[in-house]
C-alpha cells in the first residue's frame, strides 16, 4: 500500500524560483490537504480540496497555489519561493471531507524546502 | 477561531511508566479528534480518531478519551517503551469548517 506519496523528500531552492511539490494517493480519497510545519508554529493548513475540480484556501495560502484535476493528485506550487517559505511541507488524504463527518487523516513522509 | 493547546510540550519518563497526555479545544463544536505520532525526519503517523458522540477509543496500549463539553481529550499511555519516544499531536475537526487544526505537540522521551 503506497498510500500517500510526496515527492521530492528534500529540495533547495533559490528566492524567487518556482517549484511544484507532488502530492499522490491511492486510496481513493475525496479529500485531501498541504500544511506546513514550523518550529513552535505547529502545523498549519495551506490549502486543501474536498473533490476533483475544489478546491478552498487554508490559514496560510499566501505564496500558494493548488489545482485538483484528478482525484489522486494534488500539487502544491510554489509561485516565486522566499525565505519565509523555509519549511516542511506534509500532504494529507482522508475518505471523506473533514468537515463532512470526519474520517481518519493520512499523511506523507513530508517534503523538506530550504529556501535560499 | 478554533485553537487546539497542548501541555505539556516536553515530558520525560522511566521505561514502565504510565503516562497521559493532555489537548484542550476552544471550539467544542467538532467532529472529531484525532490522536498522531511524529518521528524525528518523519511524517505523522494516525493512533487513534474518537468521533464527536463517542468517550474513547483503545488501541493496545493507548487509549484516548474525549470530553467536548469541557473541551478536554488525553492520551494514556500504559506500560510506557523506549519506543514510544516520539511527538505526539492532537488535532480537531472542526463542524464548521472543512479544517483539521493541530495542537503544537507533545515531545515525549521515555528513558530505559
Known amino acids: 500500500n503506497a498510500g500517500v506519496t510526496q515527492t521530492p523528500k528534500f529540495q533547495v531552492l533559490k528566492t524567487g524560483q518556482s517549484m511544484t511539490l507532488q502530492c499522490a494517493q491511492d486510496?481513493?480519497?475525496?479529500?485531501m490537504s498541504w500544511y506546513r510545519q514550523d518550529p513552535g508554529m505547529g502545523l498549519r493548513l495551506i490549502h486543501y480540496?474536498?473533490?476533483?475540480?475544489?478546491?478552498d484556501q487554508g490559514e496560510v495560502p499566501n505564496g500558494y497555489n493548488v489545482s485538483r484535476s484528478t482525484t489522486e493528485d494534488f500539487p502544491l506550487r510554489l509561485l516565486s519561493a522566499a525565505p519565509s517559505q523555509t519549511s516542511v511541507y506534509f500532504c494529507?488524504?482522508?475518505?471523506?471531507?473533514?468537515?463532512?463527518?470526519?474520517?481518519?487523516?493520512?499523511f506523507g513522509q513530508g517534503t523538506r524546502l530550504t529556501v535560499v | 477561531k478554533q485553537e487546539v493547546t497542548q501541555i505539556p510540550a516536553a515530558l520525560s519518563v522511566p521505561e514502565g511508566e504510565n503516562l497521559v497526555l493532555n489537548c484542550s479545544f476552544t471550539?467544542?463544536?467538532?467532529?472529531?479528534l484525532q490522536w498522531f505520532r511524529q518521528d524525528p525526519g518523519k511524517g505523522l503517523t494516525s493512533l487513534l480518531l474518537?468521533?464527536?458522540?463517542?468517550r474513547e477509543q483503545t488501541s493496545g496500549r493507548l487509549n484516548a478519551s474525549l470530553d467536548k463539553s469541557s473541551g478536554r481529550s488525553t492520551l494514556y499511555i500504559a506500560a510506557s517503551q523506549p519506543g514510544d519516544s516520539a511527538t505526539y499531536l492532537c488535532?480537531?475537526?472542526?463542524?464548521?469548517?472543512?479544517?483539521?487544526?493541530f495542537g503544537t505537540g507533545t515531545l515525549l522521551a521515555v528513558q530505559p
Open positions: 494529507a488524504s482522508s475518505y471523506r471531507a473533514v468537515g463532512g463527518g470526519g474520517t481518519e487523516a493520512f
Open positions: 486510496m481513493n480519497h475525496e479529500y
Open positions: 480540496s474536498v473533490g476533483a475540480g475544489i478546491t
Open positions: 471550539d467544542s463544536a467538532i467532529y472529531n
Open positions: 474518537i468521533q464527536s458522540s463517542q
Open positions: 488535532a480537531a475537526a472542526g463542524v464548521a469548517t472543512n479544517k483539521l487544526i
